[in-house]
Nanobody, 120 residues
């Protein structure tokens, strides 16, 4: 059994920063990729940042230059530093990871989500 638990959401004003954290626990043998998605009502869940086991990161154009994803392989955690937040960044943010519990193949796991609200 694997669990992903997010923390760090909240209410901030435009231009401010927020840091989200996600920790994987349980029978984790290997983590192939950790990523952050976000979703607003009526829209599909959007991939905004991902980091693979080798450390290479990628970002959606909408957050490139403002958000930074970082991973701690020894702690099975991934953070998302969000700077220069704007009202359009308001969403529920979800942690995702492709995790192997056997060493043979990975499966997708999701956190329950954390709400980020950017408003003056």
């Amino acid at each position: 059994q694997v669990q992903l638990v997010e923390s760090g959401g909240g209410l901030v004003q435009p231009g401010e920063s927020l840091r989200l954290s996600c920790a994987a626990s349980g029978n984790v043998v290997a983590i192939y990729v950790m990523s952050w998605y976000r979703q607003t009502p009526g829209k599909e869940r959007e991939l905004i940042a991902a980091v693979v086991s080798g450390g290479s990161a990628s970002y959606a154009e909408s957050v490139k230059g403002r958000f930074t994803i970082s991973r701690n392989g020894s702690k099975n955690t991934v953070d998302l530093q969000m700077d220069s937040l704007q009202p359009d960044d308001t969403a529920v943010y979800y942690c995702h990871a492709a995790i192997s519990t056997t060493g043979l193949y990975g499966m997708d796991y999701w956190g329950k989500g954390t709400l980020v609200t950017v408003s003056s």
